[in-house]
């Protein structure tokens, strides 16, 4: 079968390589801003790994892993963000960006997201909309059962939010920022992009201010 060169893979390859070509050329004091930057989302994924390990993993095997049918990981059904791709790539080795491309290039379709293989997600940090996505009935089956869990979770939730929901300078948009002034453009750039983003950014004050910070790395 033909490989499938859709324009959500074609987005997808294209962030990659850009950003793996614009870090390999980058000065060790920007990227060690890079990294600095992100370790309190790191430390965040981590703790929200661990309560999705603790608390989902039965579950999801026994609904979900056990029958392929998950609902989490249906093909282009999850918005990745540009600062998904930096933070992913920055982590991730050249052989594991190597397969992320591989895996785009080959793509023949069906119904599972490209990124799915039997081994799960093939991302070394997967988006953050996966990492917060639980279906109703897990959600039900686990935090229905359990206020503790549902407060833990709900926490989890407004933590998310101070780095990739933009009525305060976050994350999200300081990495799109930076490598905007780096000269990179990508439609991932949800937050530089979307009218919805941008409006709500407009209505907290956002926008050139944080634009003008990152660029003076
Ligand atoms: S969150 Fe729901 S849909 Fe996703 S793997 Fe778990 S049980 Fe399945
Ligand atoms: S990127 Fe990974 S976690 Fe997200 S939908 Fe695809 S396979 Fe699932």
Avoid at 40 to 51: A, C, G, H, P
Wanted: aromatic share 10%.
């Amino acid at each position: 079968m033909a490989p499938l060169n859709s324009e959500y893979n074609q987005q997808q390859k294209d962030a990659i390589r850009m950003v793996r070509q614009h870090l390999s050329h980058l000065p060790v004091s920007k990227l060690r801003w890079l990294k600095q930057r992100i370790k309190s989302y790191l430390q965040f994924r981590k703790v929200v790994q661990s309560f999705q390990q603790e608390h989902f993993s039965d579950i999801c095997l026994e609904k979900c892993f056990t029958s392929s049918t998950s609902a989490c990981c249906g093909r282009e059904g999850i918005i990745t963000f540009f600062a998904d791709v930096v933070i992913n790539v920055l982590l991730s080795t050249d052989e594991q960006i190597d397969t992320l491309l591989e895996t785009l290039e080959g793509d023949i379709g069906g119904s599972n997201c490209v990124y799915l293989n039997e081994n799960g997600c093939l991302w070394l940090c997967k988006p953050i909309v996966c990492e917060m996505f639980l279906c109703d009935a897990a959600k039900g089956s686990v935090l229905g059962q359990n206020e503790n869990l549902a407060a833990q979770w709900a926490g989890f939730c407004r933590r998310e939010r101070m780095y990739t929901w933009p009525t305060r300078p976050i994350l999200f948009d300081e990495l799109e920022a930076f490598f905007l002034h780096e000269g990179l453009d990508s439609p991932l750039m949800y937050l530089h992009k979307s009218p919805g983003l941008l409006r709500l950014k407009a209505k907290h004050g956002l926008g050139r201010r944080q634009s003008l910070k990152v660029s003076r790395v």
